[in-house]
């Protein structure tokens, strides 16, 4: 998929703006806080719909209350028009002109790189999560349903628990617990694969020692109503669920020890991108259309192997836009960020 043009109104600092673009590489730069990640983070946000709801009013310009970004693109089957409106914390979402739900929007459209990246490798367990979550919720409907109903399930079991109500649990755990059967069954399947593409990826940028990646979890399938009763009163007392997916952790190893404890900062990087190579394998496995490529602040990519590694994967996208505060050498269009103006540079 190829974005053509990509037009924002009341978009945080971005001026009112039709901003076009080509195949190839793109290299957008300017100084700091001009509005480089902001085109980005609304390109991923009307193509892939992934935001915190909590950050949601934010995009919307100072002094105003709605916002609104239009990609025009250009796919194998023709020309396809993806909308996002957003006011009073909420948005909506469309495609060719028909309101669409999460599940249906172009899911598989773009994979955001950049330096925070890390966070995943150093970060908490719920960044790890996250990470694995937003990957699972775009190649799967089914597990991003699956996920949505869970997390709505595991906030009335909480609150169950708060309220001392033991007559509640039988319900919500019963409920949970086939909710969670489901998500962690689907987490098992695509962490083969993400281990797969992972690792491999991870050899060829240059990263030392084999990547592993496994799942850490609470309880098991089989054993899911049994821990249930047996964390029963420390449940009560904590008053919230101590067992299933929103407890368990994505396990990074190097050379068999643990990344979030032994890794450097450098190997750190190398394994987020490598986890990036496997969302973009994913995606492109899933959808069979290559996902945009978005990366942000290549300038802070400063080791040579990886930024290496990432013009590889930029080149093998049909495009790719990537920021910095320097201009990059290896792009076929050049774009200058200044003031929320995006401008060619011939
Ligand atoms: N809702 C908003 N309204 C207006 N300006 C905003 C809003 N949100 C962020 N900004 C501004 O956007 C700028 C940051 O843009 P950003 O894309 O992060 O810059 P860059 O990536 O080029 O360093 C900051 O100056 C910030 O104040
Ligand atoms: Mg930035």
Redesign the pocket.
């Given at each position: 998929m190829i974005l053509r043009l990509l037009t924002t109104l009341n978009?945080?600092?971005?001026c009112d703006q039709d901003m076009a673009f080509e195949q190839g590489i793109h290299s957008i730069s300017?100084?700091?806080?001009?509005?480089?990640?902001?085109?980005?983070?609304a390109l991923y946000l009307v193509l892939t719909g992934v935001v915190d709801a909590g950050r949601l009013q934010?995009?919307?310009?100072?002094?105003?209350t709605e916002?609104y970004v239009r990609a025009t693109l250009e796919r194998d089957e023709g020309q396809s028009i993806a909308e996002v409106g957003i006011g009073r914390g909420k948005r909506l979402m469309k495609l060719d002109g028909v309101r669409v739900k999460s599940a249906e929007l172009l899911r598989g459209g773009a994979v955001f790189i950049a330096p925070e990246d890390s966070d995943i490798v150093f970060g908490s367990p719920s960044v790890r999560r996250k990470f694995l979550d937003d990957l699972l919720s775009k190649i799967s409907a089914r597990y991003a349903q699956a996920l949505d109903l869970y997390q709505k399930n595991l906030a009335q079991r909480n609150a169950a628990l708060k309220n001392d109500e033991q007559w509640a649990l039988e319900v919500f755990d019963a409920k949970l617990a086939e909710l969670g059967t489901l998500v962690m069954d689907l987490r098992q399947r695509a962490i083969q694969k993400i281990q797969k593409y992972a690792s491999e990826a991870h050899t060829r940028i240059g990263g030392r020692g084999e990547l592993g990646v496994t799942l850490q979890e609470t309880t098991s399938i089989e054993g899911y109503a049994r821990d249930f009763l047996l964390k029963r009163s420390e449940e009560f007392a904590r008053q919230s669920t101590v067992i299933g997916p929103h407890r368990d952790d994505l396990v990074l190893t190097l050379r068999g020890q643990p990344a979030s404890d032994f890794a450097s900062r450098g190997e750190a990087r190398t394994i987020a991108l490598a986890l990036r190579y496997a969302e973009y394998e994913l995606l492109f496995e899933r959808y069979q259309e290559n996902p945009i490529l978005l990366i942000?602040?290549f300038s802070a990519e400063l080791d040579p192997e990886r930024r290496t590694a990432l013009i590889e994967l930029a080149r093998r996208s049909p495009q790719a836009l990537i920021?910095g505060t320097e201009p990059l050498p290896h792009a076929e269009h050049h774009y200058r960020?200044q003031g929320?103006r995006l401008e060619r540079v011939q």
């Open positions: 978009y945080r600092n971005l300017g100084l700091n806080g001009q509005g480089k990640t902001n085109v980005l983070e934010q995009l919307v310009r100072f002094e105003e916002a942000d602040d920021t960020m929320g």
